[in-house]
């Protein structure tokens, strides 16, 4: 027991570390400066399956580029290129 | 003071092909009779609907982009509403960066149409094997 108190935690299984690769915004990355909502498989990357626009915090996208997203999609969405709702999208 | 705008209209899919080229002129002419100044147009041909709209699964698409005064655009969509041919449209003001993507876009479409007649003599030959297997 007592060497249980001098030494280090230890673990039966060492603790997984995991080394998440960090989100960026694409838009950002790529430089991209107007998101086209005329585009319609391009703004799929950013729905879900049902056709929901994605949050930030899985896509990465920075918020000014977010609010274009969100722009574009409902647009789109209007000029029926994109459902408003819908199962299996992808 | 004069904006750059753009408007993509959805009409009926019961048209024929000389009654959409009316509707389309119909709508440049009002854009030019009321000091407006085409940019450019572009036919996207009949399209799948992704959700109905008046019964209507398909559509005939059609793109214009245009220079006019901002009061123009009431007039437009105004014309729009009463035209029992358009089932859906959109009229969008144009800003600097939008402006410059229509212009890298036209320029690919462009030199995309340009493309197969002068080099890839292949790439229209993949295209075409492409459809037949949609199709089967």
Not at chain 1, 32 to 37: E, G, N
Not at chain 2, 56 to 75: D, N, R, V
Request: net charge positive; hydrophobic share 40%; aromatic share 10%.
């Amino acid at each position: 027991m007592a060497n249980v108190e001098n030494s280090e935690i230890r673990y039966l299984n060492p603790p997984t570390v995991e080394v998440r690769k960090k989100k960026y915004c694409r838009f950002k990355k790529a430089g991209i400066k107007y998101v086209d909502y005329k585009d319609a498989e391009f703004l799929k990357k950013f729905l879900n399956e049902q056709g929901k626009i994605l949050p930030r915090r899985i896509t990465g996208t920075s918020l000014k580029f977010q609010r274009k997203v969100a722009q574009a999609v409902k647009r789109a969405r209007s000029l029926a290129l994109l459902p408003f709702v819908t199962d299996l999208l992808k | 003071m004069i904006k750059q705008y753009e408007t993509v209209f959805i009409a009926t899919p019961v048209l024929s092909d000389a009654q959409m080229k009316e509707a389309v002129a119909k709508y440049i002419d009002l854009i030019k009779a009321n000091g407006g100044e085409i940019v450019y147009e572009e036919d996207w041909g009949l399209k799948q609907l992704a959700y109905p709209i008046q019964h209507k699964t398909s559509g005939f698409y059609y793109l214009i982009e245009f220079k006019a005064a901002p009061e123009f655009i009431a007039t437009l969509e105004t014309q729009y509403h009463r035209d029992e041919r358009i089932i859906r449209y959109l009229t969008v003001a144009l800003d600097k960066h939008a402006i410059a993507y229509a212009e890298h876009r036209r320029q690919v479409r462009a030199n995309k149409a340009a493309a197969p007649k002068v080099e890839a003599a292949p790439a229209p030959v993949e295209e075409v094997e492409l459809e037949e297997t949609k199709e089967d």
